[in-house]
């Protein structure tokens, strides 16, 4: 069976400072991997997803990027982060574009 | 562009009785799937139910089944026999059945909190 791991599940970060979010998929080959953010009382907001390796497609301007180094790994990114970057960060995958499965979630706070 | 739109930020429903939650979509196209999911304090979502527009019947997952009605685009989430475990937030989504760029995405409803009360 599939599963999808994400981590840390929180963490805490000053502005201005580096981003690294994990997300990595087990059991499937070639999946569609996506990054949402959350923002507290909000529903989703679709930042990348990506259909294949080196392949990542943008749906929000903003300062941070993501990577697909790897098949099943999906990377978020920032270089410098901003107080409005707080939020719930969720990974999900597909296969063949149907229902999407997410991950457990990180959540981040940006002081 | 696809819209999803749930008019229940919060709806209550007592333990052992049957709620239903709303959600309405906007689109010119005649096939795509739409799903429920489910958000509890964990903040992992879950999906409940999905319904592919072809076809007419309604999906039902145990105690979870929709009223899907694509004239009205209307796909509402019945809950029966609630439980204390199904206070969560929900969330409604589309995704269009032609896959190719972004156009699988999913394209999600702000959601609504269900409170059960024991």
């Known amino acids: 069976s599939q599963t999808i791991h994400q981590w840390p599940a929180t963490l805490v970060q000053p502005v201005g400072s580096p981003l690294s979010l994990e997300c990595t998929v087990e059991g499937t080959s070639n999946p569609n991997l996506y990054w949402y953010r959350q923002a507290a009382g909000r529903g989703l907001q679709l930042l990348f997803y990506s259909v294949g390796i080196g392949q990542i497609s943008s749906e929000v301007p903003q300062n941070l990027s993501a990577s697909r180094p790897q098949d099943r790994q999906f990377i978020l990114s920032s270089k410098k982060l901003l107080l409005s970057d707080s939020g719930f960060y969720l990974c999900?995958?597909?296969?063949?574009?149907?229902?999407?499965?997410f991950g457990p979630g990180t959540r981040l706070t940006v002081l | 562009a696809q819209t999803v739109t749930q008019s229940q930020p919060e709806m209550s429903v007592q333990e052992a009785e049957t709620v239903t939650l709303s959600c309405t979509y906007d689109?010119?196209?005649?096939?795509?799937?739409l799903f429920w999911y489910k958000q509890p304090p964990s903040r992992q979502m879950i999906l409940v139910i999905r319904q592919e527009a072809y076809k007419q019947q309604n999906a039902t997952e145990n105690r979870f089944s929709v009223n899907f009605q694509k004239a009205a685009k209307s796909f509402s989430l019945k809950i029966s026999d609630s439980q204390l475990g199904d206070a969560a937030m929900y969330f409604c989504a589309y995704r269009s059945l032609y896959y190719g760029g972004s156009q699988g995405n999913l394209i999600f409803g702000k959601g609504t909190k269900l409170s059960v009360k024991p």
């Open positions: 689109t010119s196209e005649s096939d795509y799937y």
């Open positions: 999900a995958w597909s296969f063949t574009g149907n229902e999407q499965f």
